[in-house]
Nanobody
Framework: VPLMESGGGSVEPNTSLRLACKVPGYTYKGYCLGWFRQGPGEEREGLASIDGDGDTNYADSVMGRFAISKDNAKDILYLQMNNLKADDSGMYSC????????????????WGQGTQVTVSS
């Protein structure tokens, strides 16, 4: 079953967005779930991950501004993004079944199509 992201858009700096990703069947299995970003001309970066126990891991670039969470009952993964900056612009994707500690994209097996976030004034 495909993953599906939502919640992207165009916003001004210092505002907030919450992304959601439907992850049917993956929350109860205890897989690692993650959020990733790929900016123009950049490699995909692992921003945040959450494991089956709810333990989270963040990239330094988003630590303290972004928060990953999941709703096991609804099979939804969230990314709350606060104090957005222009550098946060990019395609945001969710993925499952990878390395929660390293957040390396190549370790994740299943991906959504992505949702675009643009931060500009």
């Amino acid at each position: 079953v495909p993953l599906m992201e939502s919640g992207g858009g165009s916003v001004e700096p210092n505002t907030s967005l919450r992304l959601a990703c439907k992850v049917p069947g993956y929350t109860y299995k205890g897989y690692c779930l993650g959020w990733f970003r790929q900016g123009p001309g950049e490699e995909r970066e692992g921003l945040a991950s959450i494991d089956g126990d709810g333990d989270t891991n963040y990239a330094d670039s988003v630590m303290g501004r972004f928060a990953i969470s999941k709703d096991n009952a609804k099979d939804i993964l969230y990314l709350q993004m606060n104090n957005l900056k222009a550098d946060d612009s990019g395609m945001y994707s969710c993925a499952v079944h990878g390395n929660c500690y390293t957040r390396q994209p190549e370790t994740f097996n299943y991906w959504g199509q992505g949702t675009q976030v643009t931060v500009s004034s």
